[in-house]
């Protein structure tokens, strides 16, 4: 993901998110040199994560897919493509943060080895009140 990305990136992301990334969220994340990554199809951005790594965690901070590029598989593509970039970057775990309530992220991770390890309360905003975020972790498995 490059800074002439992000028209394409700011587009998917203010439909599929209730309460989108801003576009300076994405510009600093650049900046601070996270693994930011789009996927692309025929040139066209259908979907991006973002990555933290630090000492040897690694945290995604930001796995979407477009809504119209949904269920075809690209979400599971771009999973193992961060699961495979943070054992290049040595990490040892992965975390991350998801809505209680988003059953299709909560079930992609859990098909990839992502455990529960806590709930943070309220953590998000939500249309009516705050929602918790579900904290998960995967333990990356290297070779002997
Ligand atoms: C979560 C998200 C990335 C999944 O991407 P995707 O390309 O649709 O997912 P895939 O087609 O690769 O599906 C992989 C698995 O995810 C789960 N899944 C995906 N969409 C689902 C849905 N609508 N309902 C239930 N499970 C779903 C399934 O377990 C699926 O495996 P299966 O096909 O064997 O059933 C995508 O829905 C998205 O971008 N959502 C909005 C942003 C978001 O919530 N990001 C995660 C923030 S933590």
Redesign the pocket.
């Known amino acids: 993901m490059t800074d002439s990305d992000l028209d394409a990136v700011m587009a998917i992301e203010n439909v599929?998110?209730t309460h989108p990334w801003t576009r300076g969220n994405f510009v600093d994340s650049l900046a601070a040199q996270n693994h930011c990554r789009v996927l692309e199809w025929h040139g066209v951005i259908v979907?991006y994560c973002v990555l933290a790594n630090g000492a040897d965690e690694a945290h995604l901070l930001?796995?979407?897919?477009a809504a119209a590029?949904?269920?075809?598989?690209?979400?599971?593509?771009?999973l193992d493509h961060v699961l495979e970039l943070a054992r290049t970057l040595r990490a040892q775990k992965i975390f991350?943060?998801?809505?209680a309530s988003?059953?299709?992220?909560r079930?992609?991770y859990a098909?990839s080895r992502f455990r529960e390890i806590g709930v943070r309360r309220g953590y998000y905003p939500a249309p009516v009140a705050r929602e918790d975020a579900i904290v998960l972790e995967c333990v990356l498995g290297y070779p002997e």
């Open positions: 599929i998110y979907g930001n796995l979407s897919v590029w949904q269920r075809r598989g690209l979400g599971r593509e771009l991350l943060e998801v809505r988003n059953n299709a992220a079930a992609l098909q």
